[in-house]
């Protein structure tokens, strides 16, 4: 069964950076995009980027350029997101999630989450 | 950036009634929309793609509609393990996600 496991939470603080990996199984990971979703507590869900595996090609959202990078390992079926720069307005829950390539695309599978942390 | 917005941002209803969230794009999206469900502590769970298809293993009491701008995600018969936050998602111009409808049960 498909399955997307996420690294745990962290503690950083503020002007650090943080690496979140995603580990993938069940499926071609390199078949497959990898996107990244936060959530701070109480708020919405909030799209951060894409990253194509096989090609390791990443798109990112405006708000995030220059902050973000997105990568993987294709041998451990493992993507990661680097999140730099830290704020105490970056706490939140990160989650990666699967879609197919292209626009008629939909996140079928979740990790369960990796909470970040940013205090001083 | 295509902007998503969802209405009402909060509803209570009985078991059994109909509900309807609608969710309107900033532009034409033609049918890339994406509806989810988020239960508190655990990851969204895909319910509608492109705008009107139910996901394997979904309810058929959830049904997605609409095109364009426009879009809806209904629940013909309200039950107590719908009680989640909704999201739409549109997937035609980068991602953008709603800001959420919480759908209490009263």
């Known amino acids: 069964q498909v399955q997307l496991v996420q690294s745990g939470a962290e503690v950083k603080k503020p002007g650090a950076s943080v690496k979140v990996s995603c580990k993938a199984s069940?499926?071609?990971?390199?078949?497959?995009?990898i996107n990244w979703v936060r959530q701070a507590t109480g708020q919405g869900l909030e799209w951060m980027g894409w990253?194509?595996?096989?090609?390791?090609?990443?798109g990112y959202a405006p708000k995030f350029q220059g902050r973000v990078t997105m990568t993987r390992n294709t041998s451990i079926s493992t993507a990661y997101m680097d999140l730099s720069s830290l704020r105490y307005e970056d706490t939140a829950m990160y989650y990666c999630?699967?879609?197919?390539?292209?626009?008629?695309?939909?996140?079928?599978?979740w990790g369960q989450g990796a909470l970040v942390t940013v205090s001083s | 950036d295509i902007q998503m917005t969802q209405s009402p941002s909060s509803l209570s209803a009985f078991v059994g009634d109909r509900i309807t969230i609608t969710c309107r794009a900033s532009?034409?999206?033609?049918?890339?929309l994406n509806w989810y469900q988020q239960k508190p502590g655990k990851a969204p769970k895909l319910l509608i793609y492109?705008?009107?298809n139910l996901q394997n293993g979904v309810p058929s009491r959830f049904s997605g509609s609409g095109s364009g701008t426009d879009f809806t995600l209904t629940i013909s018969s309200l039950q107590p393990e719908d009680s989640a936050t909704y999201y739409c998602?549109?997937?035609?111009?980068?991602?953008?996600f709603g800001q959420g409808t919480k759908v209490e049960i009263k």
């Open positions: 492109a705008a009107s």
């Open positions: 999630a699967r879609s197919a390539f292209g626009a008629d695309s939909y996140f079928d599978y």
């Open positions: 069940g499926y071609t990971f390199t078949s497959y995009d």
């Open positions: 532009q034409s999206i033609s049918s890339y």
């Open positions: 998602q549109q997937t035609y111009s980068a991602r953008t």
């Open positions: 990253m194509n595996p096989n090609s390791g090609n990443a």
